[in-house]
């Protein structure tokens, strides 16, 4: 038969392809709690202004406790034939208090409703990430704790670069975190005015108050044009575009994750409670979740670009289209929240190899810049010829098969006459990151100020 809620204008049933393209309640059904907190904001502004009587409220918000108790009890009839999360609530409320459950929708629209609901949902999660980026912030600023003057190669081109500690490569990731934390605070403060009374696209004519739901609501304010509030999208876009930076973040200490804890790099172990084995080679023990945290931001970020997709050539107001917003949208925040979850696991639980760390941090002429520091400070010589001085010692020991410490003093003095044995000072990793004094530099004193800082901050 024809759909109960706008049968009027129809006579014949819908097509069974046609209700499965449809058809968005299984998904949308995560929005229910939002539905319901919504339309109980909604009735009870109806009723204040004199538009609903105070006995059709209460039955209303009697009957939606029920339909929530429903839902969250697993015994709640979901029908693909009433398409969405909102008409499944509402047909459910007919059921249970019969006319008055038709009166819930005056000054109301699905197009408010659903812009509504997805906005709350949102605005939820990135309430999520703001606490998991807490949470693995911590996890970071604990290693850098422990490891504040653990000493580790630094690198560029994945080149052993410059000596760098442990603790300033923690921290790096805390303040990449820290502006992951502010994108979502950014694009939550953004999102937080209520579409509801847009109806459904040009407001309507009885005497509502949006200012009244809007707070009900938790927002700031309502939303100040009704065309605009029924189709934008963008506050789920921003959510996602947080969304897949910090992933990107996530991805990239995954990485590092995965070079480190090889056999190879050793420098890192991390814990069985994180990795998996092989079914046929014993010895393995394999960085799965840090993979697989690589692989999220695909999917994040797909669902971003995909959304964008969706929403560009859409003229305003809404279309169907925009259905498509929220499996993307639930799949990407569970996913990053997952993430975040797992990479906090991880690194409270990885277990630095100092003693590898410390000679990988010696090995590779890393102290090559700090020799080029000591011609200029010591001999004045200008740094492009200190640059071309350290070169050919360290082409010298790279021949020799030794490291730049190895080298003797005369055989320092066939490349320039003037060295002097101070040289091996600077030549150790240790003095190399302790001179590294600059602000935000890799000294350990400058890390632990970073830290103190990040815990203030933390509280
Ligand atoms: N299920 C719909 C959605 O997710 C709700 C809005 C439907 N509005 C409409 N005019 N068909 O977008």
Redesign the pocket.
């Known amino acids: 038969g024809a759909n109960s809620m706008w049968g009027g204008r129809f006579a014949g049933g819908v097509n069974a392809i046609m209700e499965a393209i449809n058809a968005?309640i299984g998904f949308?059904k995560r929005l229910y709690a939002q539905d319901i907190a919504g339309s109980r904001a909604h009735a009870a502004m109806l009723a204040a202004q004199g538009i609903l009587t105070e006995a059709d409220q209460q039955a209303i918000d009697a009957g939606l406790t029920k339909v929530k108790a429903e839902i969250e009890a697993g015994d709640f009839p979901f029908s693909p034939a009433l398409?969405?999360?909102?008409m499944n609530i509402e047909a459910r409320l007919r059921d249970l208090i019969g006319e008055p459950a038709g009166r819930l929708h005056t000054a109301r629209?699905?197009?408010d409703?659903?812009a509504l609901d997805?906005r709350l949902w949102v605005r939820e999660q990135c309430d999520a990430a703001i606490t998991g980026l807490e949470a693995l912030m911590r996890a970071f600023l604990g290693q850098a704790e422990a490891g504040a003057d653990w000493v580790m190669p630094g690198f560029t081109h994945l080149q052993t670069a410059q000596p760098v500690t442990w603790g300033h490569h923690m921290l790096a990731y805390v303040e990449m975190l820290a502006r992951d934390k502010s994108r979502f605070e950014d694009a939550r403060r953004r999102m937080n005015e209520c579409p509801l009374g847009a109806a459904?696209l040009a407001g309507t004519s009885f005497p509502i108050d949006r200012h009244a739901t809007a707070a009900a609501l938790g927002f700031d304010r309502p939303t100040a044009n009704s065309l605009d509030s029924v189709s934008d999208r963008d506050f789920a876009l921003e959510f996602l575009g947080a969304a897949s930076i910090c992933a990107m973040h996530l991805s990239r200490f995954a990485e590092e994750l995965v070079i480190w804890s090889s056999a190879q790099f050793r420098f890192v172990r991390l814990s069985d409670a994180f990795s998996t084995g092989s079914s046929i080679m014993p010895q393995k023990k394999n960085p799965d979740a840090a993979e697989l945290l690589r692989a999220k931001l695909g999917r994040i970020l797909g669902a971003n670009v995909a959304l964008f997709t969706v929403m560009k050539g859409l003229a305003l107001t809404?279309s169907?289209d925009?259905?498509e917003?929220?499996e993307l949208t639930f799949d990407a925040a569970d996913n990053l929240m997952l993430g975040l979850a797992a990479m906090e696991g991880m690194v409270r639980d990885m277990t630095a190899n100092t003693d590898a760390l410390a000679s990988a941090a010696a090995s590779g002429f890393s102290t090559a810049t700090d020799l080029a520091d000591w011609l200029v400070r010591e001999l004045n010589l200008p740094f492009r010829d200190a640059h071309h001085v350290t070169g050919s010692l360290v082409k010298m020991a790279e021949d020799a098969g030794i490291d730049l410490p190895d080298l003797t003093l005369e055989q320092m003095q066939s490349v320039h006459a003037a060295i002097t044995s101070e040289v091996f000072g600077v030549l150790g990793v240790d003095n190399s990151v302790r001179s590294r004094v600059s602000y935000g530099g890799t000294a350990p004193d400058q890390v632990r100020l970073h830290i103190a800082r990040w815990k203030e901050v933390l509280g």
């Open positions: 968005s949308d398409e969405d999360i909102h629209s699905r197009n409703q659903v997805f459904a809404y169907k925009m259905q917003d929220k």
